[in-house]
């Protein structure tokens, strides 16, 4: 690519076909997507997002910003958001920790923003270099109070591309905190990339309801929608003179730390804008559930290495099936209880101690739950996942071939 | 009848600059914070400021919730990290006058991180901090200015950790104006937030604000008035001295302007300088534009 004769058409959507590293491919995701602010603190294993952001985000006019700490960045980002742009940041389980403070602000002001966690291995800084899947639970509790968010879990280079542009989609249309669920592995291992035409990615893409009146006239900025109870979002220096608060507030805005109807009010409204969408914000991908007697619940990375072993599980005979999570929140009871149902075996193959499987047994049958946690360095390979089947099988007693 | 009907008509010369439904404040009798707001407005009033071009950040505490009485776009953040939040708005849209309000345990102790940083930017933002020597709305605790030897609710037999110098740790860090005033130094205060409000660059005033339920009730300044007669005692005033001279203590409180600079680069201009020039060189194929 070395002196490059004409400049490419658009800056934004590098379309082409590109062998990259997952967290390159997040970044261009994130700028195809229309992100123009990034603020960020240096983390392994997720630095490359912002490096690659510092290098990109000017030649599309997007502004970069190091902060001095993850704290300073979660808060960087809501101010951005609400300064009318499309706005991010990418860290790893230390930072991820203290953005959670912010992460309740974004929540309770309603701010579009997108988060990126390459997870790697804790608590505190235990391995930084290794993947994880140990932030899952802190993505949906990590800060105080109830709130919903939505948190997407990719597994391959194409995904961490896709699903960045899918998680500001959901920031956007929900005016929530989105969680791009990633992983060290992810987010550093290299495959192929398609970035399709711009018009293709334009077509997927929302943007958050704007104000229906003018400034002047009377705008309650917190008044939500009947249809989907999202309010519409003015921006600063619009001239909507809007306040917002994290304290308790009503539609206007105004503090309400007086009553407990006002309270009760607002946090059932952001959690139900989550929990009544969720048919259309839950993404899941199954294989041969139809029959299965042994599912895999897996998702990530882990998903792809239990595709493989549910396939060979196929091929001798044994009726195995893949729930692969792809939003992990807000979670997907129905389609896990569905499962659990019919199935005699319930794997859950994730790489902590025991986070998502306790999501599982809420709804599924615990007896039928087999739990196979990961800790450190590997993820689960096709052989042990395959061996896992087997075992379950024979537990089950399920027929063979 | 028609008199009195007149009267009950009477506005507030500000109103028109406050939040409709915020006010009354939930701010004490005696309180320095009214000051520092009434100030803030007047600046405002006299400059003609386009309201619609400022942004009123606050972070938590009685001077938090200043944010919601100002009728201008306006953010009220996680404690102490109102700069950080107001600096990722101002770099989005340079062109908005973004004015952080709070108090001093919210900038100097939970956030002061963010304030050296925004400081050592020289991001173009006004800072105003209402110094009251203790956390006034958590009841009086001891805070990062509290004089030494002064009691508290958690230094209830004396304070034994030396206090911050605001003025000097904002010209350490680089501000380009620095001043201090205290709420019996309105017109001062008022005139300093206008030309404040005119640079650009990183500007922080410092305002001693009088806490009697707080700081006040623990330290013989019981009531509103001993609290003024105990500032306008201590207040020396000086002019065209540097920010070694601010000192600050419980026998003398050094007021003035310490640091007023033109010409150091702002942050959002050479960003956007930056973003211009790199935009337009990769729209004319100069640069790489890859994976």
């Known amino acids: 690519m070395i002196g490059m004769a004409k400049p490419p058409d658009r800056l934004d959507v590098l379309t082409g076909t590109w062998f990259t590293m997952g967290d390159i491919a997040c970044a261009e995701g994130a700028i195809a997507a229309g992100c123009r602010f990034f603020a960020g603190y240096p983390i392994t294993p997720a630095s490359e997002i912002m490096e690659h952001m510092a290098r990109r985000l000017p030649q599309v006019g997007g502004v970069y910003v190091q902060m001095e700490d993850e704290l300073a960045s979660m808060a960087a980002v809501i101010g951005a958001s609400w300064a009318g742009v499309k706005a991010m940041t990418a860290t790893s389980g230390p930072g991820f920790s203290l953005m959670q403070e912010n992460i309740g602000l974004a929540v309770m002001t309603e701010t579009p923003c997108v988060l990126v966690n390459v997870m790697r291995g804790g608590p505190s800084t235990g391995q930084p270099t290794k993947m994880g899947q140990q932030d899952v639970m802190q993505a949906k509790w990590g800060s105080h109070g109830d709130y919903e968010l939505i948190a997407i879990a990719p597994s391959s280079v194409q995904e961490m591309f896709d699903f960045t542009i899918e998680a500001f989609n959901y920031a956007e249309r929900y005016r929530c905190p989105v969680i791009v669920l990633a992983d060290e592995t992810v987010g550093h291992m290299r495959e192929k990339l398609v970035i399709p035409e711009p018009e293709e990615v334009e077509k997927r893409l929302v943007s958050r309801k704007r104000p229906r009146v003018p400034p002047g006239e009377a705008f309650a900025p917190f008044m939500p929608d009947p249809e989907d109870l999202v309010p519409p979002m003015p921006h600063f220096g619009e001239g909507y003179h809007f306040y917002a608060t994290g304290l308790t507030h009503d539609e206007w805005g105004k503090v309400r730390t007086d009553s407990a109807e006002a309270h009760f009010k607002l946090v059932s409204r952001l959690c139900d804008k989550i929990r009544k969408n969720k048919d259309k914000i839950i993404k899941y991908e199954g294989l041969w559930l139809d029959d299965a007697d042994v599912v895999i619940i897996a998702y990530g990375i882990v998903s792809r290495s239990a595709r493989a072993a549910v396939r060979l599980a196929r091929k001798e005979g044994i009726r195995a099936g893949l729930l692969r999570l792809i939003t992990i929140w807000p979670f997907p009871d129905e389609v896990v209880a569905e499962v659990g149902e019919r199935a005699k075996k319930v794997i859950v193959a994730e790489v902590n101690y025991g986070q998502i499987v306790r999501e599982v047994e809420r709804r599924v049958d615990w007896r039928k739950v087999v739990f196979f946690p990961k800790l450190g360095e590997e993820f689960h390979t096709v052989e042990e996942l395959l061996n896992a089947i087997r075992a379950a099988r024979g537990e089950a007693g399920g027929r063979g071939s | ?291």
């Open chain 2, 1 to 291: 009848m028609r008199q009195v009907a007149e009267a009950v008509e009477l506005r507030h010369p500000l109103e028109a600059y406050t939040r409709k439904g915020m006010i009354p404040h939930i701010w004490c009798a005696g309180c320095g914070n009214g000051i520092i707001l009434n100030a803030f407005l007047k600046a405002l009033d006299e400059l003609k400021f386009d309201m619609n071009k400022l942004a009123v950040i606050s972070g938590i505490g009685c001077m938090g919730r200043i944010a919601g009485y100002i009728n201008a776009d306006a953010f009220h953040t996680t404690h102490g990290r109102a700069i950080a939040l107001a600096f990722g708005l101002k770099v989005v849209r340079p062109e908005l006058k973004v004015v952080v309000i709070s108090g001093d345990g919210d900038l100097f102790a939970i956030g002061g991180n963010h304030f050296i940083h925004a400081a050592r930017r020289n991001v173009d933002m006004l800072v105003i901090c209402a110094n009251n020597f203790n956390y006034g709305m958590t009841g009086g605790q001891v805070g990062p200015t509290t004089p030494l030897g002064a009691r508290t609710t958690t230094t209830p037999y004396e304070n034994i950790e030396h206090p911050f110098n605001l003025v000097q740790l904002a010209a350490a860090a680089g501000a380009i104006y620095v001043a201090r005033w205290t709420v019996i130094h309105p017109r001062r205060l008022k005139e300093s937030i206008k030309k404040a409000l005119m640079k650009r660059g990183f500007c922080f005033i410092e305002v001693i604000s009088a806490c009697t339920e707080g700081y006040g009730r623990r330290n013989k300044l019981r009531t509103a008035l001993e609290f003024m007669r105990w500032l306008k005692e201590v207040s020396v005033m000086a002019k065209g001295v540097g920010p070694e001279e601010a000192y600050i203590g419980r026998d003398r409180i050094v007021v003035g302007e310490f640091v007023d600079i033109e010409g150091k680069p702002e942050y959002t201009d050479l960003l956007w300088r930056l973003i211009n020039d790199i935009r337009a060189r990769a729209k004319r194929g100069e640069l790489r534009v890859a994976l």
